[in-house]
């Protein structure tokens, strides 16, 4: 397995190469040219390879995260 397992809070990554980049309670995953972003299992938002962004809920602009 070419594996890597990162302990404390800080990474960086210059390459990933894989399908999952997975934190605590959020996975990124590619599959056929889309990311979509879960919240557990839930679907909450997808990206598709022209840069077209669909969220479940509300996009706020001008706000603070």
Known sequence: SNATTINGTTANVT???GTN???A???ITESGGVLQF???STVVMSMDSTGNLISA???TAYGTP
């Open 25 to 27: 309670n959020f996975t």
């Open 21 to 23: 980049f997975k934190t």
């Open 15 to 17: 390459t990933f190469n």
């Open 57 to 59: 809920t509300n996009i």
């Open 38 to 40: 879960k919240y557990g």
